[in-house]
């Protein structure tokens, strides 16, 4: 590993909801997306890389369309940085990693949770703290980093039966 690897500048996060976000409105019985709250948690853990944090907005992954995706895309390419943080809904993340397969030159990651961070025993803090490593160590390209687990974003798939990520291959 080269010393480079070891300290690449500033990490930009982008968000654009999913579960991770979620907050469950008692009176209406559901959950809906709420404000980003990757920022709160780095703050919480003290977390020492330097970060820049974006909402590019708040949706259910199973709402995001082709224009969404698009935005992602511009939002990536347009970036100073070269290491990229997204959090996303888990249901079209792959979906999404596969459009931004084009951006070249960047380590882009993907990171979400099963859960909302706001319950306890949520898996979001862990894949958060995962996925911020990963960005920094992995070479160019686009991964999906869930559960302790980092796919390449051609070799991943989510298991709904089982609900996690696995291999495609």
Not at 23 to 41: H, K, L, N
Not at 97 to 102: D, E, T
Request: aromatic share 8%; glycine share 6%.
């Amino acid at each position: 590993m080269t010393q480079e690897n070891l300290r690449p500048g500033r990490v930009r996060v982008f968000t654009t909801g999913g579960t991770i976000d979620k907050v469950y409105f008692d009176a209406r019985s559901r959950y809906e997306v709420g404000r980003p709250q990757i920022s709160d948690m780095l703050k919480e853990v003290n977390a020492s890389v330097e970060y820049a944090v974006e909402s590019l907005f708040m949706k259910d992954s199973l709402d995001m369309n082709d224009e969404d995706r698009r935005l992602v895309l511009e939002s990536v390419e347009r970036a100073d940085e070269d290491r990229i943080l997204i959090t996303h809904g888990t249901d079209t993340m792959v979906e999404t990693a596969r459009v931004l397969s084009v951006a070249i030159g960047k380590t882009i990651v993907l990171v979400g949770s099963l859960s909302p961070s706001r319950f306890k025993g949520s898996d979001a803090e862990f894949n958060i703290g995962f996925a911020l490593a990963a960005v920094q160590l992995l070479p160019p390209g686009v991964y999906v980093a869930m559960n302790g687990l980092v796919f390449r974003h051609d070799e991943v798939q989510k298991n709904l039966e089982a609900n996690r990520f696995e291999t495609n291959v």
